[in-house]
């Protein structure tokens, strides 16, 4: 599957943004799929994932309450919802996809195969 993201760009702390995630090539309702990040000189972490049927997600603590991560099987899209932004969300932000029969506790990179190429963030205080 390849994955198209979009919607990165400037704001200002306490704003919101909504990334899209779109996906070709491949059957999108048996993919779980999820949106990592990495800020300079990190490690790429999760922050939100989400399951093959949208039933299950998984947020990382600093992100919760904040962020949501729906997906539209109809429209092969996965989207994260950002909402009170803070200037540590800055980053670049990858979509990734994952086939497998289960949904991991704690997503990680190794649970995904397919990436797309990336959208900055970039949160001003």
């Known amino acids: 599957v390849q994955l198209q993201a979009s919607g990165g760009g400037l704001v200002q702390a306490g704003g919101s943004l909504r990334l899209s995630c779109a996906a070709s090539g491949g059957a999108f309702s048996t993919y779980h799929m999820a949106w990592f990040r990495q800020a300079p000189g990190k490690e790429r972490d999760i922050a939100a994932a989400?399951?093959?049927?949208?039933?299950?997600?998984y947020y990382t603590d600093s992100v919760k309450g904040r962020f949501t991560i729906p997906r539209d099987n109809t429209k092969n899209t996965v989207y994260l919802q950002m909402n009170s932004l803070k200037p540590g969300d800055t980053a670049v932000y990858y979509c990734a996809a994952a086939r497998s029969p289960y949904f991991a506790d704690v997503p990680g990179t190794e649970n995904f195969a397919s990436w797309g190429q990336g959208t900055l963030v970039t949160v001003s205080s």
């Open positions: 989400i399951s093959r049927s949208g039933g299950t997600t």
